[in-house]
């Protein structure tokens, strides 16, 4: 386990917040963003609000990969009059881009295209050149979470944005959940009682060919549990903290089943100066399936948001389906009011830097796991995990203080 004391986060001296981050008025945005009657957004996207209006020109970095996706979305608005799509650019081949323009040069195309918007949807560690490239082009920015490795990295964007009055989204899809606007609500009227912890719990399974889907795969500093795909998870509970944040601890106990550089079973947790603490528990070595969910637990109620489908529950056990904004139209139609603007991910860049400095994973003993399947699609599974998380969560611990997890012998 690691851990580390009081630290102060970009913004201010002495102890420093996620939101005063020398943000200019239009990057502040709330955490929030929205309200219950603008939540159900997995529907078709509305045409333009006016003929007349130009569509904003938006260009996509990194349309590979993950990138396939931003390019499925950008297809659907274009189709909707809601965008234009100014180009794509990748180091790769860019297969099927239909007649949109491709460069393999970010800075070539932001020269010829000047787009209002570009996605940058690239490995991490190489985001601050490129969104450092964007802003001072013009452009508004989409940036893939997790947006910086690094505070430092992220004090140079945030000076840059307040340098040319452009923005920033990170893509936290999950700060858009209008299940997360009803938990702050419930949390805000003392409808569940004094806050007693925040969690968040996770069992997903990811085979061998996951862990070799890009160079990076696995990777210190660039890949891992806590670091990406349950990214969402942390944030969605620094998101329920009293604000301004101000770190106090965070402590990490990080394993891994396989010879990777990273976590792939790991619990979290950090302590804020003011407001309870937050506990992540989560593996990628599950024996079945934990879709993800933060737990709020407070003295007179409690609160689930299961955060992949929005699935809310409140001092119930009845589960409501909410719904969710999306950022990019966000960005496109109200820039002004970001819902997750740089300035509120600085306490996620905190907690990802101490997970970067942390030692090396656990191995755990492979005699004591157990494989599935064969070739590509092999998985290993960690017996008695799935319960591990959940009891971490619920307890607000850490996975040493409930139970011994089977790491190699010496």
């Given at each position: 386990?690691?851990?580390?004391?009081?630290?102060?986060?970009?913004?201010?001296?002495?102890?420093?917040?996620?939101?005063?981050?020398?943000?200019?008025?239009?990057?502040?945005?709330?955490?929030?963003?929205?309200?219950?009657?603008?939540?159900?957004?997995?529907?078709?996207?509305?045409?333009?609000?006016?003929?007349?209006?130009?569509?904003?020109?938006?260009?996509?970095?990194?349309?590979?990969?993950?990138?396939?996706?931003?390019?499925?979305?950008?297809?659907?608005?274009?189709?909707?009059?809601?965008?234009?799509?100014?180009?794509?650019?990748?180091?790769?081949?860019?297969?099927?881009?239909?007649?949109?323009?491709?460069?393999?040069d970010h800075q070539a195309m932001l020269a010829e295209t000047r787009p209002d918007v570009v996605i940058i949807c690239t490995p991490p560690h190489t985001h601050l050149p490129i969104a450092l490239d964007?802003?001072?082009?013009?452009?508004?920015?989409?940036?893939?979470?997790?947006?910086?490795?690094?505070?430092?990295?992220?004090?140079?964007?945030?000076?840059?944005?307040?340098?040319?009055?452009?923005?920033?989204?990170?893509?936290?899809?999950?700060?858009?959940?209008?299940?997360?606007?009803?938990?702050?609500?419930?949390?805000?009227?003392?409808?569940?009682?004094?806050?007693?912890?925040?969690?968040?719990?996770?069992?997903?399974?990811?085979?061998?060919?996951?862990?070799?889907?890009?160079?990076?795969?696995?990777?210190?500093?660039?890949?891992?549990?806590?670091?990406?795909?349950?990214?969402?998870?942390?944030?969605?509970?620094?998101?329920?903290?009293?604000?301004?944040?101000?770190?106090?601890?965070?402590?990490?106990?990080?394993?891994?089943?396989?010879?990777?550089?990273?976590?792939?079973?790991?619990?979290?947790?950090?302590?804020?100066?003011?407001?309870?603490?937050?506990?992540?528990?989560?593996?990628?070595?599950?024996?079945?399936?934990?879709?993800?969910?933060?737990?709020?637990?407070?003295?007179?109620?409690?609160a689930e948001l299961e955060y992949p489908t929005d699935r809310l529950r409140l001092s119930t056990p009845d589960w409501e389906t909410t719904g969710r904004a999306d950022l990019l139209l966000n960005l496109?139609?109200?820039?002004?009011?970001?819902?997750?603007?740089?300035?509120?991910?600085?306490?996620?860049?905190?907690?990802?830097?101490?997970?970067?400095?942390?030692?090396?994973?656990?191995?755990?003993?492979?005699?004591?796991?157990?494989?599935?399947?064969?070739?590509?699609?092999?998985?290993?599974?960690?017996?008695?995990?799935?319960?591990?998380?959940?009891?971490?969560?619920?307890?607000?611990?850490?996975?040493?203080?409930?139970?011994?997890?089977?790491?190699?012998?010496?």
């Open positions: 386990m690691t851990s580390a004391g009081a630290r102060d986060l970009p913004g201010s001296a002495g102890a420093r917040d996620i939101r005063d981050n020398a943000v200019s008025a239009r990057d502040k945005g709330t955490l929030s963003g929205i309200t219950r009657a603008q939540a159900p957004t997995h529907e078709a996207p509305a045409p333009a609000k006016s003929a007349k209006a130009k569509p904003k020109r938006v260009a996509l970095i990194g349309a590979n990969g993950h990138g396939r996706s931003h390019r499925r979305k950008l297809q659907e608005l274009s189709e909707a009059n809601r965008l234009e799509v100014a180009a794509y650019c990748d180091v790769a081949e860019v297969d099927e881009p239909g007649e949109v323009p491709v460069y393999r964007c802003v001072r082009a013009g452009a508004d920015l989409l940036l893939e979470k997790p947006p910086m490795l690094a505070l430092a990295d992220h004090e140079t964007l945030q000076a840059a944005l307040d340098e040319t009055g452009q923005v920033c989204q990170v893509g936290f899809q999950a700060l858009g959940s209008a299940g997360l606007t009803r938990v702050r609500e419930a949390i805000a009227s003392g409808a569940l009682g004094e806050i007693i912890g925040i969690s968040a719990f996770g069992a997903w399974q990811r085979d061998d060919a996951y862990w070799s889907r890009s160079p990076w795969a696995g990777k210190r500093t660039i890949d891992g549990a806590l670091a990406n795909p349950f990214a969402h998870a942390t944030m969605q509970c620094l998101a329920l903290l009293p604000q301004p944040i101000r770190i106090a601890s965070i402590e990490v106990e990080r394993y891994r089943a396989r010879p990777i550089e990273v976590d792939d079973t790991a619990t979290l947790r950090v302590r804020p100066v003011d407001g309870p603490p937050v506990v992540v528990a989560v593996t990628l070595c599950a024996e079945g399936f934990l879709p993800g969910s933060v737990l709020v637990q407070g003295t007179a109620g409690e496109l139609d109200d820039r002004d009011s970001l819902i997750a603007p740089l300035a509120v991910t600085a306490a996620f860049t905190a907690v990802l830097e101490h997970i970067h400095a942390a030692p090396t994973p656990i191995a755990l003993d492979p005699a004591r796991l157990v494989e599935r399947h064969a070739g590509p699609a092999r998985q290993v599974v960690i017996p008695g995990i799935d319960q591990l998380v959940r009891t971490a969560a619920r307890r607000l611990a850490l996975f040493s203080e409930i139970s011994d997890l089977p790491t190699e012998r010496p």
